[in-house]
């Protein structure tokens, strides 16, 4: 693949476009690749990134390994997504981002510090899920910190909606998780609301979860705390044949 191409790639990042477009969790600000990204885009790539493709993904090929694979839904500038995958490396991560700065910072950060364990990709997660993860494969799905969309207005935004929990649950495997963190405590509480209602889920904790070990504080958690907004934990699991 050419520069032109590669870079032309990176930026495709939903199926549907212009007028087809649906309603988003994101919104695109700058789409700019800056010369510095360029050369980050080119080095790392090809051994740490992969493209939107309409077909399953083969995991085995991705990481050259067979263990679980957890996915990672909007990883930000990808601090945690890196630390979690150095403290927890009996897993495989896939990290989805739409942010481009995001991506090329995590994308970079693999690259030097040689995080074998992730790969990553610029797309709508929605897209990802439904046309490259085959049902009951993934072990796990990180969700921390989803843009709370706070007006009431936004609220049809929010990444944790009904549909998407149940993409979520059919991906899972038998037993495997959905781990979100937020600081939007009535966000927090919607979700444990939808999640009963979604019969291929259980609760173990009955309400919110503990804090787990491996997960550090990112940024965003810190500035919540600094505004006094509880951070909510919500674990759920994959229950069997129903
Ligand atoms: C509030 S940020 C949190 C980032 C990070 N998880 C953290 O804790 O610092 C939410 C991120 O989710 C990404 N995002 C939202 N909807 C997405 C989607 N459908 N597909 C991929 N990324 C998405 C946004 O681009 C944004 O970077």
Excluded: C
């Amino acid at each position: 693949m050419d520069d032109k191409e590669l870079f032309e790639k990176i930026n495709n990042i939903e199926i549907r476009q212009g007028k087809e477009r649906t309603i988003k969790s994101y919104v695109l600000r700058n789409n700019i690749i800056s010369p510095k990204a360029e050369n980050i885009l080119k080095k790392y790539m090809g051994d740490y990134g992969f493209f939107f493709e309409d077909s399953s993904l083969d995991y085995q090929k991705l990481f050259n390994n067979s263990n679980p694979v957890v996915i990672e839904i909007g990883f930000g500038m990808g601090d945690t997504t890196a630390e979690v995958a150095i403290r927890r490396p009996e897993f495989n991560y896939i990290g989805i981002e739409v942010f481009l700065h995001g991506f090329v910072n995590l994308l970079n950060e693999l690259g030097e510090r040689h995080i074998e364990n992730v790969r990553i990709i610029r797309f709508n997660a929605v897209d990802v899920l439904e046309h490259m993860i085959p049902d009951g494969s993934v072990e796990g799905f990180h969700i921390f910190f989803p843009d709370p969309w706070q007006k009431k207005r936004h609220h049809k935004r929010r990444l944790m909606n009904p549909s998407f929990l149940n993409l979520l649950a059919r991906k899972v495997r038998t037993g495997g998780y959905i781990y979100m963190v937020t600081d939007w405590e009535e966000y927090a509480e919607e979700v444990l609301e939808l999640s009963a209602s979604e019969p291929m889920l259980m609760n173990p904790f009955g309400g919110f979860a503990p804090p787990v070990t491996w997960r550090p504080i990112t940024k965003f958690e810190q500035k919540g705390m600094e505004s006094e907004h509880p951070i909510n934990e919500i674990w759920l699991e994959r229950i069997g044949n129903i």
